[in-house]
Protein backbone atom coordinates (compact mmCIF):
# COMPACT_ATOMS: atom_id res chain seq x y z
CA UNK A 1 0.00 0.00 0.00
CA UNK A 2 1.32 3.58 -1.27
CA UNK A 3 1.74 6.27 1.36
CA UNK A 4 -1.14 8.04 -0.66
CA UNK A 5 -3.50 5.23 -0.06
CA UNK A 6 -2.38 4.92 3.29
CA UNK A 7 -3.54 8.59 3.45
CA UNK A 8 -7.07 8.02 2.05
CA UNK A 9 -7.60 4.70 4.25
CA UNK A 10 -7.10 6.70 7.46
CA UNK A 11 -9.99 9.13 6.13
CA UNK A 12 -12.16 6.72 6.11
CA UNK A 13 -11.32 5.05 9.20
CA UNK A 14 -11.69 8.71 10.86
CA UNK A 15 -14.88 9.26 9.29
CA UNK A 16 -16.35 5.87 10.30
CA UNK A 17 -14.95 6.68 13.82
CA UNK A 18 -16.53 10.00 13.71
CA UNK A 19 -12.61 11.59 14.41
CA UNK A 20 -12.70 14.80 14.10
CA UNK A 21 -9.81 15.92 14.47
CA UNK A 22 -8.15 13.53 12.14
CA UNK A 23 -10.39 13.81 9.77
CA UNK A 24 -10.00 17.53 9.34
CA UNK A 25 -5.86 17.18 9.12
CA UNK A 26 -6.60 14.26 7.06
CA UNK A 27 -8.51 16.19 4.30
CA UNK A 28 -6.17 18.74 4.36
CA UNK A 29 -3.15 17.06 3.54
CA UNK A 30 -5.22 15.18 0.95
CA UNK A 31 -6.04 18.66 -0.35
CA UNK A 32 -2.47 19.65 -0.29
CA UNK A 33 -1.82 16.32 -2.00
CA UNK A 34 -4.00 17.36 -4.78
CA UNK A 35 -2.58 20.87 -5.41
CA UNK A 36 0.67 18.71 -5.97
CA UNK A 37 -1.08 16.76 -8.81
CA UNK A 38 -2.45 19.76 -10.36
CA UNK A 39 1.14 21.56 -9.98
CA UNK A 40 3.50 18.55 -10.66
CA UNK A 41 0.37 17.86 -13.84
CA UNK A 42 -0.29 14.57 -12.77
CA UNK A 43 -3.46 13.03 -13.93
CA UNK A 44 -6.05 11.96 -11.36
CA UNK A 45 -5.57 8.23 -11.75
CA UNK A 46 -2.13 8.40 -11.18
CA UNK A 47 -0.99 8.92 -7.72
CA UNK A 48 2.17 10.81 -6.17
CA UNK A 49 5.19 8.70 -5.20
CA UNK A 50 6.02 8.13 -1.42
CA UNK A 51 8.71 10.70 -1.92
CA UNK A 52 6.54 13.59 -3.38
CA UNK A 53 3.72 12.33 -0.41
CA UNK A 54 6.64 12.64 1.83
CA UNK A 55 7.73 16.00 0.57
CA UNK A 56 4.41 17.41 0.88
CA UNK A 57 3.76 16.49 4.10
CA UNK A 58 7.22 18.14 5.57
CA UNK A 59 6.10 21.46 3.35
CA UNK A 60 2.52 21.56 5.53
CA UNK A 61 4.25 20.71 8.66
CA UNK A 62 6.60 23.47 8.71
CA UNK A 63 3.57 25.84 8.22
CA UNK A 64 2.15 24.05 11.38
CA UNK A 65 4.71 24.28 13.38
CA UNK A 66 5.50 28.00 12.30
CA UNK A 67 2.18 28.70 13.25
CA UNK A 68 2.58 27.24 16.11
CA UNK A 69 5.53 29.34 17.18
CA UNK A 70 2.80 32.35 16.51
CA UNK A 71 0.30 30.91 18.65
CA UNK A 72 2.48 30.12 21.55
CA UNK A 73 4.19 33.54 21.35
CA UNK A 74 0.35 35.06 21.08
CA UNK A 75 -0.28 33.12 23.81
CA UNK A 76 -3.14 31.16 22.51
CA UNK A 77 -3.59 28.28 23.69
CA UNK A 78 -6.19 26.94 21.96
CA UNK A 79 -4.53 27.42 18.74
CA UNK A 80 -1.62 26.21 19.98
CA UNK A 81 -3.14 22.85 21.24
CA UNK A 82 -5.10 22.03 17.96
CA UNK A 83 -1.76 22.70 15.75
CA UNK A 84 0.09 20.23 18.42
CA UNK A 85 -2.73 17.51 17.56
CA UNK A 86 -2.11 18.46 13.73
CA UNK A 87 1.18 18.04 13.74
CA UNK A 88 1.05 14.48 15.89
CA UNK A 89 -1.53 13.37 13.29
CA UNK A 90 0.79 14.00 10.18
CA UNK A 91 4.17 13.11 11.74
CA UNK A 92 2.71 9.61 12.01
CA UNK A 93 2.91 9.40 7.75
CA UNK A 94 6.60 10.24 8.05
CA UNK A 95 9.77 8.13 9.21
CA UNK A 96 10.66 8.20 12.56
CA UNK A 97 13.53 11.35 13.83
CA UNK A 98 16.65 9.96 14.96
CA UNK A 99 18.12 10.78 18.07
CA UNK A 100 19.82 14.24 19.05
CA UNK A 101 23.00 11.83 19.62
CA UNK A 102 22.77 9.68 16.51
CA UNK A 103 22.54 13.19 14.40
CA UNK A 104 25.63 14.75 16.04
CA UNK A 105 27.17 11.57 15.59
CA UNK A 106 26.52 11.77 11.80
CA UNK A 107 26.98 15.60 11.69
CA UNK A 108 30.52 15.23 13.29
CA UNK A 109 31.60 12.56 10.56
CA UNK A 110 30.21 14.33 7.56
CA UNK A 111 31.94 17.70 8.72
CA UNK A 112 35.00 16.00 9.40
CA UNK A 113 35.25 13.84 6.07
CA UNK A 114 34.32 17.43 4.06
CA UNK A 115 36.84 18.76 5.95
CA UNK A 116 34.67 21.63 7.42
CA UNK A 117 35.99 23.65 10.62
CA UNK A 118 34.09 26.91 10.45
CA UNK A 119 30.75 28.42 10.36
CA UNK A 120 32.51 29.81 6.72
CA UNK A 121 31.33 26.80 5.04
CA UNK A 122 28.11 26.54 6.54
CA UNK A 123 25.85 26.22 3.31
CA UNK A 124 28.52 24.04 1.61
CA UNK A 125 27.29 21.63 4.89
CA UNK A 126 24.25 21.76 4.74
CA UNK A 127 24.04 20.87 1.78
CA UNK A 128 26.03 17.87 1.89
CA UNK A 129 24.05 16.96 5.17
CA UNK A 130 20.80 17.84 3.96
CA UNK A 131 21.15 15.26 0.86
CA UNK A 132 21.81 12.67 3.44
CA UNK A 133 19.79 13.17 6.36
CA UNK A 134 16.74 14.87 5.21
CA UNK A 135 14.96 11.51 6.01
CA UNK A 136 15.82 11.04 9.25
CA UNK A 137 15.90 15.04 10.79
CA UNK A 138 14.38 17.81 10.54
CA UNK A 139 16.21 20.67 8.28
CA UNK A 140 16.36 22.81 11.48
CA UNK A 141 17.32 20.59 13.73
CA UNK A 142 20.54 19.80 10.67
CA UNK A 143 21.13 23.46 11.20
CA UNK A 144 21.08 23.72 14.53
CA UNK A 145 23.59 20.76 15.30
CA UNK A 146 25.96 22.00 12.51
CA UNK A 147 25.77 25.32 14.49
CA UNK A 148 26.62 23.21 17.97
CA UNK A 149 29.17 21.05 16.38
CA UNK A 150 30.98 24.04 14.97
CA UNK A 151 31.34 26.44 18.16
CA UNK A 152 32.55 23.48 19.56
Known amino acids: MT ?10 TAMK ?6 LDTVRMLISSLK ?4 EAGTVATQELADAD ?10 KLKDGLDSFVAAAR ?9 EIAILEKYLPAQITDGE ?29 KLKD ?3 GSRIKQMVDKVLKS
Do not use: C, F, H, P
Open 3 to 12: LYEQIREDMK
Open 17 to 22: AKDTQT
Open 35 to 38: NKMI
Open 53 to 62: VMGVIKSDLK
Open 77 to 85: DDLADAARA
Open 103 to 131: LEVKVRAELAALGITSSADLGKAMGQLMG
Open 136 to 138: VAD
